[in-house]
C-alpha cells in the first residue's frame, strides 16, 4: 500500500510560473486536503474535498486551484506562483468526512519561488 | 471561527524525565476531536495521540498521555522517560465536526531531547 503519494519533493519557480503539485492515495479515500506548513504558524488548510466532484476552502485559499475529477487524485494548482506561496505543501486523505477518522499525510513538497 | 494556540515554540527535556506541551483552543462547538500529531526531521506528519471531547477519560499510549480539561479547552500532552527519538516538532489539532471535518493545527512546539 503506497498511501498518500506526492510529487515533486522539492521544486523551485520563478515568480509568475505555474505548476501543479501533484497527490495520489490508493485507499480509496473520500476525503482529500491540502496544507501549507510555514515557520511558526502550523499547517494551514488550503482546500479540502470530501468526494470526486465537490472541493471547497480552507484558510488560505487565495492562488491556489484544486479540482477532484476522480477519487484517487487531488492536484493543487498554483496559477502564477508568488513569494508568498514558498512553502512546505502536504496533502492528507481520510477515509471519509467523518471526523474521528485517521489522517493520513503524504510526505511533503518544499516549493521555493523566486 | 475554531483556533487552537501553542504557546512555548521551543522546549528541551533531558533524556528520560518528563516534559509537558501545552496546547488550549476555542471552539463553539460540544463535541470534537483533538489530536497532538509529531513531525521528526524527516517531515513526516506522525499521529501521536488522540481525545474524543465527549469522553472523560484522558487518552493514554504508551509513553504519551494527555490531559483534557474541557471547561478550560486546554489539551496538554505529556512525555514520560523522554527518548531522544522524540525530538521533533510537536503539533496540537482539533477536528471541527459537521459536514467538513476540517483540521485546524497549532504554531506547534520544538522538542529537543538532550542525551
Known amino acids: 500500500n503506497a498511501g498518500v503519494t506526492q510529487t515533486p519533493k522539492f521544486q523551485v519557480l520563478k515568480t509568475g510560473q505555474s505548476m501543479t503539485l501533484q497527490c495520489a492515495q490508493d485507499m480509496n479515500h473520500e476525503y482529500m486536503s491540502w496544507y501549507r506548513q510555514d515557520p511558526g504558524m502550523g499547517l494551514r488548510l488550503i482546500h479540502y474535498?470530501?468526494?470526486?466532484?465537490?472541493?471547497d476552502q480552507g484558510e488560505v485559499p487565495n492562488g491556489y486551484n484544486v479540482s477532484r475529477s476522480t477519487t484517487e487524485d487531488f492536484p493543487l494548482r498554483l496559477l502564477s506562483a508568488a513569494p508568498s506561496q514558498t512553502s512546505v505543501y502536504f496533502c492528507?486523505?481520510?477515509?471519509?468526512?467523518?471526523?474521528?477518522?485517521?489522517?493520513?499525510f503524504g510526505s511533503g513538497t518544499q516549493l521555493s519561488v523566486l | 471561527a475554531q483556533t487552537v494556540t501553542q504557546s512555548q515554540p521551543e522546549m528541551s527535556v533531558q533524556e528520560a524525565e518528563t516534559v509537558t506541551l501545552s496546547c488550549t483552543y476555542d471552539?463553539?462547538?460540544?463535541?470534537?476531536?483533538l489530536f497532538w500529531y509529531k513531525q521528526p526531521p524527516s517531515r513526516q506528519m506522525i499521529l501521536v495521540i488522540r481525545?474524543?471531547?465527549?469522553?472523560?477519560q484522558n487518552a493514554t499510549e504508551n509513553r504519551f498521555s494527555v490531559n483534557f480539561q474541557k471547561a478550560a479547552k486546554s489539551f496538554s500532552l505529556k512525555i514520560s522517560d523522554s527518548q531522544l527519538g522524540d525530538t521533533a516538532m510537536y503539533f496540537c489539532?482539533?477536528?471541527?465536526?459537521?459536514?467538513?471535518?476540517?483540521?485546524?493545527f497549532g504554531q506547534g512546539t520544538t522538542l529537543q531531547v538532550k542525551p
Open positions: 471552539t463553539s462547538e460540544s463535541n470534537y476531536y
Open positions: 492528507a486523505s481520510r477515509k471519509n468526512r467523518v471526523f474521528n477518522e485517521k489522517l493520513f
Open positions: 474535498s470530501v468526494g470526486a466532484g465537490i472541493t
Open positions: 489539532a482539533f477536528m471541527t465536526g459537521g459536514n467538513t471535518g476540517k483540521l485546524i
Open positions: 481525545q474524543e471531547a465527549y469522553k472523560q
